[in-house]
């Protein structure tokens, strides 16, 4: 999993928390996401981030150049005109999710440098859902095809 230029330290925790119910191998910290420790990243990944692996990149290129070497397919998770439901999706057996700002999303360069884009499709009023939920759906879904 990258997570890139994440502001919330709470959405950061999450992240943990849902690596380690999908079995994450390593999660990916680029831009200014912050890193373990902090209280409020402690707060939401009960401990999951002293035993899941991680990194700090500067940028996500990095990132994406590891995973990629490491036999991943980069799924970015971001809602573009060419993305495709993950729920339509047939999933490969390695991948590496990406997500983005809060507002955002995930950056360009990121999204050239996937492998395939996905998105949630959205039934209510609002277009998306909170990053960390998003990518809790997305790891789970990588896991269970």
Known sequence: MIAHNIRSL????????????????????????????RKEI???????ESWIPWTKHENV????KKAKVDGYSIIALE?????????DYKWPERVCVIVG???????????DAADDILHI??????????????AG?????????
């Open 10 to 37: 709470w959405n950061i925790g999450s992240f943990f928390r849902s690596a380690d119910a999908a079995n994450v191998e390593h999660v990916y910290l680029t831009g200014y996401t912050a890193c373990p420790p």
């Open 42 to 48: 402690e707060k939401t990944a009960l401990g999951a």
């Open 61 to 64: 290129q990095e990132a994406v």
């Open 79 to 87: 809602k573009t005109m060419k993305s495709t439901s993950l729920f």
């Open 101 to 111: 700002h809060e507002i955002d999303g995930v950056p360009k360069e990121a999204l």
């Open 121 to 134: 499709p959205m039934q209510g009023k609002k277009e998306s859902l909170n990053v960390s939920v998003a």
């Open 137 to 145: 759906v997305a790891l789970l879904m990588a896991r269970s095809m």
